[in-house]
């Protein structure tokens, strides 16, 4: 997706927390997001810094998701390093929004912060509307995203998943602040996914696909699906979910990639969703 980039963003590899709300934030700086261990930078991330010829990296989440001892290695290879952080996850994608509508939003999107399938549905189309990502709990609205709302002057806001994954009574308090809320939800996390895309964009000729079960390559990916203007759908490891096969046939999608190896998304599922590229 990129030949050179001045600006990469990085985030622990083994845990999404403060990861999910980064996509809207790395599309403005049109950089992608790169994955590290917790206490060692993998040399191929160094490298791949290096062949971004990046000169500046962002880190999202304190100290205790990425160490003090990755920002000292980042910092002898020559880097300006940032970190962006809060006190915890919720207040981390507060300063993240900060970052991604500094003047202010007037729509944000709310997910769930201690899962990660809805967020990832949603961080392609957030980010090509510039729509900062801000995070729930399930059954109430956190003080910190209460804050952030208040900061950014938001006056929409869409909910991402059903009932189970953020309660009505989460959707009762943004209403009692004079908060304009739709909800976009399925009956899972690929149906959301398909709910999502729907709601995101009218065509679709170019698809990004990858496992809903891990969230590792849907975060990456989602940078570089809005960068191409387009969306990302969760499929099972083994099988094609029904909506999603719905989904793929009601447009003329002439191209998908996949990402991730066949430990994420196996041949069965390419071979499914091959056969259901219009051919030219």
């Known amino acids: 997706g990129w030949r050179e980039a001045g600006t990469v963003l990085l985030a622990r590899g083994d845990h999404y927390a403060d ?6 934030l790395a599309h403005v700086y049109n950089a992608p997001i790169l994955l590290t261990q917790p206490n060692a930078l993998p040399n191929l991330v160094l490298e791949e810094i290096k062949r971004l010829k990046a000169a500046r990296v962002l880190i999202l989440g304190g100290e205790g998701a990425v160490s003090r001892q990755v920002a000292t290695q980042l910092e002898k290879a020559g880097l300006q390093v940032e970190r962006i952080a809060g006190t915890n996850r919720f207040d981390t994608a507060h300063q993240i929004a900060q970052r991604v509508a500094p003047l202010g939003a007037e729509h944000v999107v709310l997910v769930n912060g201690e899962a990660y399938a809805d967020a990832l549905s949603i961080g392609a189309y957030a980010a090509q509307k510039q729509w900062p990502i801000l995070l729930s709990s399930s059954n109430r609205l956190r003080v910190e995203t209460e804050a952030a709302l ?7 806001v869409s909910v991402i998943g059903g009932n189970k994954v953020i309660r009505a009574e989460v959707v ?57 203007q387009t969306g990302l759908m969760l499929v099972e490891d083994n099988r094609v979910p ?21 430990q994420a998304v196996n041949k069965n599922v390419e071979e499914a969703l091959k056969g259901r590229l219009v051919q030219y």
């Open 242 to 262: 029904e909506a999603v096969h719905r989904f793929v046939g009601k447009y003329p999608i002439m191209k998908i990639d996949i990402l991730g190896g066949e």
């Open 19 to 24: 990861a999910l709300a980064g996509v809207p």
């Open 150 to 156: 208040e900061a950014l002057g938001v006056e929409e």
């Open 172 to 228: 009762d308090s943004l209403a009692s602040k004079g908060i304009k809320v739709e909800r976009i939800a399925g009956a899972n996390r690929y149906e959301t996914s398909v709910k999502v895309a729907e709601h995101g964009r009218d065509a679709f000729s170019h698809l990004y696909v990858t496992t809903g079960k891990n969230y590792a390559d849907a975060l990456t990916g989602g940078v570089l699906a809005a960068k191409r």
